[in-house]
């Protein structure tokens, strides 16, 4: 046999590919691929190791919202996904259906919310942390958010996810992760209110005053700030959120931050009249951000709007690029669209 020949032959049994990963990999990514067809994306070979920590939250769907971002984020094809719990539980009663569907074992949940010793996630292990933690969080130890202020600043990615920004007021290098959070008593000590103005004027306002507000849940106008982003290219530049909480009065260190797109309240009770952020990136050191304000509850996340959004701010916090299409049934400025959660029956 010919030089040629034996070339020829082992390039047929790697699939005329020198790219890494098994043929599994390239299976759970195809249906990807078949989505992105002719939209000239790269295709990955690996899937994206994700993370996502919870287990104190003021929002009692946490247990099931949990399990919804794990779905949605493996049912793109990309990414696998795991969980890491603090042992101590607190608001886990009107999901606990869902607590086992994490693999996490046995936790404890408590009347009202305590430090857990040893919760020490491997961030080092994943490309992306999302965060379910919420108002009242307890701290994590100190050697805990070390670990996860180096992780980030090499160059992590995080994801924060709606009442994620109510966590950790004290702690200085989270709030600079999040750019903006809300309640915790934060006030002018944390940093300015961000927000647009009817005027379209990015504002920056000092003045003193507590932080975090919102009218009662509605459906809401989205309006995309930074249409070139890759997390928002393709978007509408407007839509509508399904049943939501359109956080207000965030205020934060906002360094290196910036507004993807903004909500207004338009319940007829709204905290303030103007343009709040919604959907924000922040750069910290090495590292990159998204933070969604929304997903109040199971039917906020059942949101097209969310999802969509969800799952592609987690790809460009593990990557900086994104490649999930924004499909035909995202919402419009005239409608809001939902997929109604069913639990994958295949779920391992």
């Not at 959070?181 to 990015?202: H, I, Q």
Request: aromatic share 10%.
């Amino acid at each position: 046999m010919n030089r040629i020949s034996i070339i020829l032959l082992v390039l047929v049994s790697l699939g005329f590919s020198g790219c890494k990963g098994t043929n599994t990999d390239r299976q759970e990514n195809q249906s990807v691929s078949d989505a992105n067809a002719g939209q000239n994306v790269p295709k990955r070979t690996d899937l994206i190791k994700a993370l996502i920590v919870d287990g104190q939250n003021n929002h009692e769907v946490w247990p099931k919202s949990t399990i919804m971002m794990k779905q949605y984020l493996e049912e793109t094809g990309l990414f696998e996904v795991d969980i890491h719990r603090t042992r101590y539980t607190w608001n886990a009663k009107r999901e606990a259906d869902y607590l086992p569907l994490a693999g996490v074992g046995e936790t404890t949940d408590l009347e009202n919310p305590q430090s857990d010793p040893d919760f020490s996630p491997a961030f080092e292990k994943y490309d992306v942390v999302i965060s379910n933690f919420g108002w009242k969080a307890a701290n994590w130890p100190e050697i805990t958010q070390k670990a996860f202020e180096k992780y980030i600043a090499d160059g992590g990615g995080f994801v924060s996810v709606h009442a994620a920004d109510n966590s950790f007021p004290d702690w200085l290098e989270y709030n600079r992760m999040i750019g903006l959070g809300g309640w915790g008593d934060r006030t002018e000590k944390d940093g300015p209110y961000v927000y647009y103005t009817n005027e379209v004027e990015l504002i920056r306002d000092s003045s003193p005053g507590s932080s975090g507000a919102h009218g009662p849940s509605h459906s809401f106008p989205i309006t995309v700030r930074e249409k070139d982003h890759p997390i928002t290219r393709g978007m509408p530049e407007v839509w509508l959120t399904t049943k939501d909480e359109c956080y207000a009065k965030l205020r934060g260190p906002a360094e290196n931050m910036t507004i993807l797109a903004t909500g207004k309240d338009i319940s007829g009770n709204a905290p303030t009249d103007r343009h709040e952020p919604m959907l924000m990136v922040i750069d910290y050191d090495k590292g990159r951000i998204f933070h969604t304000t929304l997903g109040h509850d199971d039917y906020s996340i059942e949101s097209v709007g969310f999802i969509v959004s969800f799952v592609r701010g987690a790809e460009w916090a593990a990557t900086g690029e994104v490649t999930i299409p924004v499909p035909a049934d995202f919402p419009s400025a005239d409608k809001s669209t939902s997929r109604p959660f069913e639990l994958n029956p295949k779920r391992p």
